[in-house]
């Protein structure tokens, strides 16, 4: 059983930077692939980067790629995402996620674990 919890959600103005953690219990977060989501009002969760299992490769959605970055610290077992340069239309619900068996995927059906949620608000 894996435990996913966030933090670091707030507000922020446009054009502003935020950085989100997700520490992890259950399993090292090296072994696990390990992804970022998020989700609007009355909008579908949508990806946002995962970082694999196999590695540090990481992949991130075109709307978010060259402002976000998503790492991990395995001394921390915590995972986390930094995001500059943020737009009003980041504003969302933001969902870290983890599975075993994967390496990683971009489909949140995929993942078996899911944090609580960080609300972020960016004002124009």
């Known amino acids: 059983q894996v435990m996913l919890v966030e933090s670091g959600g707030g507000w922020v103005q446009a054009g502003g930077s935020l950085t989100l953690s997700c520490a992890a219990s259950g399993r090292t977060v090296s072994t696990l692939a390990m992804a970022w989501f998020r989700q609007a009002p009355a909008k579908a969760r949508e990806f946002v980067a995962v970082i694999s299992s196999r590695d540090d490769s990481s992949y991130y959605a075109d709307v978010v790629k060259g402002r976000f970055s998503i790492s991990r610290d395995n001394s921390k077992n915590t995972l986390y995402l930094q995001m500059h340069s943020l737009k009003p239309e980041d504003t969302a619900v933001y969902y870290c996620?983890?599975?075993?068996?994967?390496?990683?995927?971009?489909?949140?059906?995929?993942?078996?674990?899911w944090g609580q949620g960080a609300q972020v608000t960016v004002s124009s």
């Open positions: 996620a983890a599975d075993e068996r994967l390496t990683h995927s971009r489909v949140a059906a995929n993942y078996d674990y």
